[in-house]
T-cell receptor, first 112, second 114 residues
Framework: GNSVTQMEGPVTLSEEAFLTINCTYTATGYPSLFWYVQYPGEGLQLLLKATKADDKGSNKGFEATYRKETTSFHLEKGSVQVSDSAVYFCALRGTGFQKLVFGTGTRLLVSP | DTGVSQNPRHKITKRGQNVTFRCDPISEHNRLYWYRQTLGQGPEFLTYFQNEAQLEKSRLLSDRFSAERPKGSFSTLEIQRTEQGDSAMYLC????????????FGSGTRLTVV
């Protein structure tokens, strides 16, 4: 079945550092890929998405590129802020109206 | 439209009691999903509806769990005879009938069984 693997956290960075959170997936067909963010005490918010190979999703300075050859969708940001501290979830949605499948999440801690 | 609304935000119950949660999706969204999230884990799929029809249920959804979506609007998730292992965040999400569309999540209901 479909699955997502994320790097374990926490990822601890200083403000303005470069961020990479790795995500790889296993799926049949042509899934859509997503990154969600969860701030403390809140639900999940869609951060960005990509629906086909080589697509780049971007939002709020975050980017991720759908790499079918490496089955990856790594999240990057050039300069993190303290307000980016949260848990980030990589997810995929299989072909058609299949349900979202999530990774275990990666906690990001950014210090001033 | 204020997004997906879940009530209550928090519920503390004694083991063996029944609890019911409510989810109000975005009005134009036909699809509604329930997920469960435990500490340090990603959300796990429980069940989903297209309009009023429940189309898929996870094996995580034991016979103590039941979900309904009467008239294809709001949904309820009931847990009977709660157990300590049911303690988790229960998330509701809704989605349009459009391929490659992400879900909009509510803030969740945190259940604590004591």
């Amino acid at each position: 079945g479909n699955s997502v693997t994320q790097m374990e956290g926490p990822v601890t960075l200083s403000e303005e550092a470069f961020l990479t959170i790795n995500c790889t997936y296993t799926a049949t067909g042509y899934p859509s890929l997503f990154w969600y963010v969860q701030y403390p005490g809140e639900g999940l918010q869609l951060l960005l998405k990509a629906t086909k190979a080589d697509d780049k999703g971007s939002n709020k300075g975050f980017e991720a590129t759908y790499r079918k050859e490496t089955t990856s969708f790594h999240l990057e940001k050039g300069s993190v802020q303290v307000s980016d501290s949260a848990v980030y979830f990589c997810a995929l949605r299989g072909t058609g109206f299949q349900k979202l499948v999530f990774g275990t999440g990666t906690r990001l801690l950014v210090s001033p | 439209d204020t997004g997906v609304s879940q009530n209550p935000r928090h519920k503390i119950t004694k083991r063996g009691q029944n609890v019911t949660f409510r989810c109000d999706p975005i009005s134009e969204h036909n699809r509604l999903y329930w997920y469960r999230q435990t500490l340090g884990q990603g959300p796990e799929f429980l069940t989903y509806f297209q309009n009023e029809a429940q189309l898929e249920k996870s094996r995580l959804l034991s016979d103590r769990f039941s979900a309904e979506r009467p008239k294809g609007s709001f949904s309820t998730l009931e847990i009977q005879r709660t157990e300590q292992g049911d303690s988790a965040m229960y998330l509701c999400a809704s989605s349009q009938d459009t391929l490659n569309y992400g879900y909009t999540f509510g803030s969740g209901t945190r259940l604590t069984v004591v």
